[in-house]
């Protein structure tokens, strides 16, 4: 709405994109800070609303299955040869993108490891978990968020949930932006148990304010 205000996307880049942290970045960040300040109000949940309870974080540990920590072990193993080859062949930046890589296969085995090997048969500890905490959650009469990095673990949650007679709407990418407002508008006011959401697609942004659970 005030355009140049913040000069041209270039100029604007070239003066706030990533820097060291030296003194000079730090001045050129407050500087930023000061000429948007008018336009940004920001308030805490501490500085406006006393009467809510804190939240309570509950951080559950879990021990992967044999079978499941099989795999992984060999695929850890693998990867490592995979990476050291890498690094001797093609040089550092290459490494680095395959490093990336690896480590998304390794959470993915953590999670559910049919999500990387569909004929993959044995147990998925944290999808064990999940339908359980969850089932405990809905029987107490919550409303749950769930949340995940990957659109494959949604959609499978979503069909263990469905076999389990536990309510959800998704959202992920593929999800239009008006869509999404009616679905939360519907979770906020009907009784559906769960919404299940993909990070990239819902990680800020929407007024689920009915859910007093986030996994």
């Known amino acids: 709405i005030m355009p140049g205000y913040l000069n041209n996307v270039h100029k604007f880049r070239e ?19 000061y000429q948007i300040k008018p336009f940004i109000l920001r308030r805490k949940k501490i500085d406006v609303v006393h009467d809510l309870p804190d939240k309570i974080e509950n951080n559950i540990y879990l021990d992967l299955p044999d079978k499941q920590k099989s795999l992984y072990v060999s695929v850890l193993k693998d990867s490592e040869r ?11 930046g290459k490494a680095r993108f395959k490093v990336l890589q690896l480590l998304m ?8 490891p049919s999500i990387v090997y569909e004929n993959y048969k044995g147990e ?14 809905v029987r107490d009469g919550h409303k749950i968020l769930i ?9 499978k949650v979503k069909d ?3 076999k389990n007679n536990i309510s959800s709407y998704m959202i992920a990418g593929d999800v239009k932006s008006r869509t ?26 929407l007024n689920l304010t009915s859910a007093d659970v986030v996994i």
């Open 15 to 33: 003066m706030y994109g990533i820097h060291d942290v030296d003194n000079e970045s730090l001045n050129r960040l407050s500087n930023l800070n």
């Open 82 to 92: 995979e990476f050291q080859e890498v690094l001797a062949t093609e040089g550092i």
């Open 105 to 112: 296969r390794l959470r993915q085995i953590c999670v559910d």
């Open 124 to 137: 998925a500890i944290k999808m064990e978990k999940l339908l359980e905490t969850v089932s405990n959650y």
């Open 147 to 155: 949340f995940s990095s990957f659109k494959m673990v949604i959609d």
């Open 160 to 162: 263990m949930f469905d």
């Open 180 to 205: 999404r407002m009616e679905l939360v508008d519907k979770f906020n006011s009907d009784s559906t148990n769960c919404f299940l959401i993909t990070l990239k697609s819902g990680g800020t942004g």
